[in-house]
């Protein structure tokens, strides 16, 4: 029996994703968006609300920096954006796509009641296009 495909993000978001802090390194956030193999990463208070997102873009030079310099990186505080394009989980996953053909981000953090659920990629969201398609 065929498996129902996804018809929001709920269903096809990662809830134990990698997220970071804002006193979080920026060495250590390279290191982990590297083993995460994440383009970006959700940036949370203590109580996992979501305060900001910071892509490997925008942290890519100061590692570059820091080790020309041999300084110390900065922390995430001081590099990520406060202004996150986020969804909720119960949103449609072809209203989110049809965001996503406007929007840039390649990650968007899943936030219910303020708080950081998980997180959707593009790649997840054209994944279930495609399941919704073949359905």
């Known amino acids: 029996m065929p498996t129902k495909a996804p018809t929001i993000v ?8 990698y997220r970071v802090t804002g006193k979080t390194s ?7 968006l590297a083993l995460h193999r994440l383009p ?4 949370v208070d203590e109580r996992d609300h979501l305060i900001g997102f910071i892509s490997e ?4 030079g100061k590692v570059l920096e820091s080790s020309y310099l041999n300084d110390e990186p900065p922390l995430v505080r001081e590099l990520m954006r406060n202004e996150v394009l986020s969804v909720a989980p119960n949103k449609s996953i072809t209203d989110l796509a049809q965001e996503m053909l406007g929007a840039k981000p390649k990650v968007y953090p899943v936030v219910e009641q303020s708080r950081l659920v998980g997180i959707v990629t593009r790649r997840d ?10 359905s």
Do not use: K, N, Y
Not at 57 to 60: E, G, L
Not at 125 to 134: N, P, T, Y
């Open 40 to 43: 970006g990463v959700p940036v």
């Open 26 to 32: 920026v060495s250590t956030l390279a290191e982990g």
């Open 57 to 60: 873009q925008d942290v890519m």
């Open 10 to 17: 709920r269903e096809i978001m990662s809830r134990d994703c």
């Open 125 to 134: 969201v054209l994944s279930a296009l495609l399941r919704m398609r073949h």
